[in-house]
């Protein structure tokens, strides 16, 4: 899905390139069951034509809402930017999976392992000792994904650049997909 020229200079000004190992968090919003909003903190693992890539345990809530309402919302802030995307959630393929995975941080890969809900019942003394003992005995690269790994794209249909400044009031560049497949590009009052 290719966005506007302006949309995409944007986003590479605002956002790092993929291959930087520092990777910006992000609050994903999600509607449970009941209808309730739902947010929490993810990592930006990548961006593309496609969409914004997220990875996640499959056993957590935010898959169970994303599976059943295949919508969502991530923001991500900076000092005086706020970059809100809104779009539709569809699963990441396999050869996305296994590249994001291999670009984690020893510690995010080791966590894809071992964040149950089994080891976080344990006091810190004991999840120390046990995390510990698993990158003891799983070496720095070693590891492939675990079958509970899970990715997601966002497709956008909605980009919404913020932009403050203390000097001025704030605005808000706003990129819309239309029904026909066009995007729209609106200013708006921050």
């Given at each position: 899905?290719?966005?506007?020229g302006?949309?995409?200079?944007?986003?590479?000004?605002?956002?790092?390139?993929?291959?930087?190992?520092?990777?910006?968090?992000?609050?994903?919003?999600t509607?449970?069951?009941?209808?309730?909003?739902?947010?929490?903190?993810?990592?930006?693992?990548?961006?593309?034509?496609?969409?914004?890539?997220?990875?996640?345990?499959?056993?957590?809530?935010?898959?169970?809402?994303?599976?059943?309402?295949?919508?969502?919302?991530?923001?991500l802030?900076?000092?005086?930017?706020?970059?809100?995307?809104?779009?539709?959630?569809?699963?990441?393929?396999?050869?996305?999976?296994?590249?994001?995975?291999?670009?984690?941080?020893?510690?995010?890969?080791l966590?894809a392992?071992?964040?149950?809900?089994?080891?976080?019942?344990?006091?810190?003394?004991?999840?120390?000792?046990?995390?510990?003992?698993?990158?003891?005995?799983?070496?720095?690269g070693?590891?492939?994904?675990?079958?509970?790994?899970?990715?997601?794209?966002?497709?956008?249909?909605?980009?919404?650049?913020?932009?403050?400044?203390?000097?001025?009031?704030?605005?808000?560049?706003?990129?819309?997909?239309?029904?026909?497949?066009?995007?729209?590009?609106?200013?708006?009052?921050?």
């Amino acid at each position: 899905m290719s966005r506007p020229g302006a949309a995409e200079a944007l986003l590479a000004e605002w956002l790092p390139a993929n291959d930087d190992p520092v990777r910006p968090l992000m609050t994903l919003g999600t509607v449970d069951s009941s209808g309730y909003p739902d947010a929490r903190s993810v990592l930006l693992s990548e961006y593309d034509d496609e969409g914004f890539y997220f990875h996640t345990d499959s056993r957590s809530r935010k898959v169970a809402e994303v599976t059943a309402n295949p919508r969502a919302v991530l923001t991500l802030v900076w000092p005086g930017r706020q970059l809100v995307v809104q779009g539709d959630v569809s699963p990441a393929s396999a050869d996305e999976l296994d590249r994001a995975y291999a670009h984690r941080s020893r510690y995010l890969q080791l966590l894809a392992w071992l964040n149950t809900p089994e080891l976080a019942a344990l006091d810190q003394e004991e999840r120390l000792a046990r995390w510990a003992e698993f990158a003891a005995e799983h070496p720095e690269g070693t590891l492939s994904a675990p079958e509970t790994w899970a990715g997601f794209v966002v497709k956008p249909v909605r980009l919404t650049f913020w932009h403050g400044d203390p000097d001025t009031a704030s605005r808000r560049v706003e990129f819309a997909l239309s029904a026909s497949g066009e995007w729209t590009e609106t200013i708006l009052p921050g």
